[in-house]
C-alpha cells in the first residue's frame, strides 16, 4: 500500500530535511520504492544546470523513483528569506495551485513511500492569504512533525499540532531533533513531548557528527507510521 505524507517543522532550520531523508533512507532499506518533493525552495544557488536547493537535492538522492530536479523542487528561489517574499521579488505568483499540481504529479508516482517536505513551518506564507499548509490540506496528506528540541518547543509543538488537527489533517507521527545540545531537562521535556502531542515518537534524534541519512535512520522507527494515502 503506499503511503504519501506531509514534513512539516515547529520553525525554520530545525531539521526537516534531516529527518526526511533518513526517514526516506529507512524506507529503501525495508524494501519500499521511495519519491520526495520540496515544493518550493528558498536559498537556492546558481549553477550550470539553474537553481539548486541543498535540501531538494538531499532528498532527491533518496529517491528510487527517477526524478528530474525539477520534479523534486519546480519553485526554486536564490534569496534566503521567506518564500513568498521570494517569489515576490521576481514576479512569481506562490499560490496553493503552483504547488498543488507538481506535487500531485510526484504522488501519481505512486511510489510505496513519498514525503513532500515543506519550508518553515505549518503556516509559512503564500500569497494572498494562502499558507503552505493549504497545499497539504488540499491534497489531504497526513503530516510529519519534526520538534526542534530547545527552550519553548513545548508550546510550538503542541500550538503546531493543534493547528494541524483543527485543519483536519491528521498528526502520523513526530520526531524529536536536539537543536540546542544545552538544554535544560532534557528528558523532562521529550517525556512532556510525549504525553502531550497525539502521536507516536518515531524517534529521538541527539546531535550527530555524522548527520547522513544512513546514519540518522538508525534513530527513527517507520513502523511506527500510520495514516496511509
Not at 119 to 148: F, M, Y
Request: net charge negative; proline share 6%.
Amino acid at each position: 500500500m503506499t503511503q504519501a505524507f506531509f514534513v512539516t517543522g515547529t520553525d525554520t532550520e530545525i531539521g526537516k530535511t534531516t529527518v526526511a531523508a533518513g526517514l526516506l533512507h529507512a524506507a529503501k532499506l525495508a524494501g519500499l520504492s521511495t519519491a520526495a518533493a520540496k515544493p518550493v525552495a528558498s536559498g537556492c544557488v546558481s549553477t550550470a544546470d539553474g537553481l539548486r536547493n541543498d535540501d531538494a537535492l538531499a532528498l532527491l538522492g533518496e529517491c528510487t523513483v527517477a526524478l528530474r530536479y525539477e520534479e523534486v523542487n519546480p519553485l526554486a528561489f536564490e534569496p534566503a528569506i521567506a518564500p513568498h517574499l521570494a517569489a515576490r521579488e521576481v514576479g512569481v505568483l506562490l499560490d496553493v495551485a503552483a504547488l498543488q499540481g507538481p506535487v500531485q504529479a510526484i504522488l501519481d508516482k505512486r511510489a510505496d513511500f513519498t514525503l513532500i517536505e515543506g519550508a518553515g513551518g505549518w503556516r509559512v506564507p503564500l500569497a494572498g492569504e494562502a499558507t503552505l499548509s493549504d497545499v497539504a490540506i488540499a491534497l489531504k496528506l497526513p503530516v510529519i512533525l519534526v520538534v526542534g528540541v530547545r527552550l519553548g518547543c513545548i508550546n510550538q509543538a503542541l500550538l503546531t499540532a493543534e493547528a494541524i488537527l483543527r485543519d483536519g489533517l491528521p498528526l502520523a507521527g513526530w520526531v524529536a531533533n536536539l537543536v540546542d545540545p544545552q538544554i535544560s531537562r532534557l528528558e523532562d521535556n521529550l517525556a512532556t513531548l510525549a504525553e502531550r502531542l497525539p502521536a507516536p515518537c518515531l524517534g529521538y534524534l541527539p546531535r550527530l557528527a555524522d548527520a547522513s541519512p544512513a546514519a540518522v535512520c538508525s534513530y527513527l522507527n517507520l513502523d511506527l507510521l500510520h495514516c496511509p494515502l
